[in-house]
């Protein structure tokens, strides 16, 4: 079955720290890859995607995330992090090809503390 | 552009009562998804439509749950007979076709007393 996993719930680093948050994917074949944030009480606005070609993908605010075949994984990472970062983070997949629904992971909650 | 348009915000209804809940996708977007958040379940992805066409309504609740898109710039998702346990942010998304983007409303809140 298709999924997508996130396995840190929780995830807490000091303002102006590197940051990864990790993400483990299970699809047959390549799926299309995102990344996206949600800051409270908002809904979900997209980060970076992945559809194909060189594996590292840049983002917005600074955000980049790396896909790797081999690891089945698209973990997501920003060099200095900045209060404002603090939010929940979703990966997600869908197939290429296929249904567009995308499928997404349990969620990061990122907190930044000063 | 105004973004995916979703009402009511908040929606509180008694247990047995009917909810309905609405959705303007983007202009121009052929696809417009339906999920549901919770703090157990995280994102469920409920229903999808391409041009207005059901496509993939696996995670659909069989039972007290329909969606419908009558034309291209709404949806509805209609909730029978309410029950505590659908309390959710019900969450709408649009994209446009092939790109796998999903654009997302604000989402609705409904919660079931």
């Known amino acids: 079955a298709q999924s997508v996993t996130q396995p840190d719930a929780r995830v807490t680093v000091s303002e102006g720290a590197s940051l990864q948050l990790r993400c483990k994917y299970s699809y047959s074949g390549t799926p299309y890859l995102f990344w996206y944030v949600q800051y409270q009480r908002q809904g979900l606005q997209l980060l970076l995607k992945y559809y194909s070609g060189d594996p590292v993908v840049q983002g917005v605010n600074g955000f980049e995330a790396e896909f790797s075949k081999s690891d089945s994984s698209f973990h997501l990472r920003k060099a200095s992090v900045h209060w404002s970062d603090s939010a929940v983070y979703f990966c997600a997949a869908s197939r290429q090809g296929g249904s567009a629904k995308l499928i997404f992971g349990e969620g990061t909650k990122l907190t930044v503390s000063s | ?113």
């Open chain 2, 1 to 113: 552009n105004a973004g995916v348009i979703q009402t009511p915000r908040h929606k509180v209804t008694g247990k047995g009562q009917e909810a309905t809940l609405w959705c303007e996708p983007i202009s121009g977007h052929s696809a417009v998804f339906w999920y549901r958040q919770t703090i157990v379940q995280g994102l469920e992805f409920l229903t999808y439509f391409r041009n207005q066409a059901p496509i993939d309504d696996s995670g659909m609740p069989k039972e007290r749950f329909s969606a419908q898109m009558p034309n291209q710039s709404h949806s509805t998702l209609k909730i029978q007979s309410t029950q505590p346990q659908d309390s959710a942010v019900y969450l709408c998304a649009s994209s446009r076709q092939g790109t796998g983007q999903l654009y997302f409303g604000e989402g609705s809140k409904l919660t079931v007393l």
